[in-house]
């Protein structure tokens, strides 16, 4: 929760509160409406298990950074979203861990 108080914080602080809000949610559950941008920090399998739901919450155009994934489950991670129907845009490894920037298409 201290990542999401954070967000709040920034949003207040950067004055964009009009047209950015901050959820925490149990995307397995049912989250309110589509965003622009998702932003998820945990672990792989759990990555993975979201993963069928995640078109549900994304606006077309929308991104989505999938972070805290162990640099050896980022292909699997990668192919099981591109599967779904977003492109990967960017990637990075750092150490032992690695970030994922992927999009949904606005076709």
Not at 16 to 35: M, N, R, T
Not at 74 to 102: D, M, N
């Amino acid at each position: 929760m201290q990542a999401v108080e954070g967000a709040k914080h920034n949003v207040v602080v950067n004055k964009v509160e009009s047209f950015c809000e901050v959820e925490h949610c149990d995307l397995l559950e049912k989250a309110s409406g589509e965003c622009d941008l998702l932003v998820a920090n945990i672990t792989a399998e759990i990555l993975l298990r979201l993963v069928e739901n995640v078109n549900f919450y994304l606006k077309k155009g929308a991104k989505i950074i999938l972070s805290g994934i162990l640099k050896d489950r980022l292909e699997k991670v990668k192919f099981a979203y591109e599967a779904v129907g977003l492109k990967a845009i960017e990637q990075e490894i750092r150490g032992e861990w690695s970030v994922l920037v992927l999009e949904k298409e606005s076709e």
